[in-house]
Nanobody, 126 residues
């Protein structure tokens, strides 16, 4: 019943910026979502935690590799979460997916999330 749709990916040069969006649908989404997360994955590699935010009051958490460069935020009225990515590096290239967690606070573990988007490709060229 819950759908997450990412957008905003694309090709960018090293040092550039992108903003990803994740729009959630579902009439009762805002009443039970506890946290939203962003993860990324490249072929042959393990899925990696990027950032997470508690839906209310909105505390944020980041992987060390992106801290200081990426910012996660929400627009609760629109059931949307964003990932602002600055100072992008080639190693940031991956498929980025958003996820929703309903049975606990934020987590860096993908298996703790209940709903997933299809992902959006981010490619950073050197």
């Amino acid at each position: 019943q819950v759908q997450l749709v990412e957008s905003g990916g694309g090709l960018v040069q090293a040092g550039g910026s992108l903003r990803l969006s994740c729009a959630a649908s579902g009439r009762t989404f805002s009443s039970y979502v506890m946290a939203m997360g962003w993860f990324r994955q490249v072929p042959g590699k393990e899925r990696e935690f990027v950032a997470a935010v508690s839906w209310t009051p909105g505390s944020t958490h980041y992987a060390g590799s992106v801290k200081g460069r990426f910012t996660i935020s929400t627009d609760n009225a629109k059931n949307t979460v964003y990932l602002q990515m600055n100072s992008l590096k080639p190693e940031d290239t991956a498929v980025y997916s958003c996820a929703a967690r309903t049975m606990g606070s934020w987590s860096p573990n993908s298996y703790d999330y209940d709903y997933w988007g299809q992902g959006t490709q981010v490619t950073v060229s050197s």
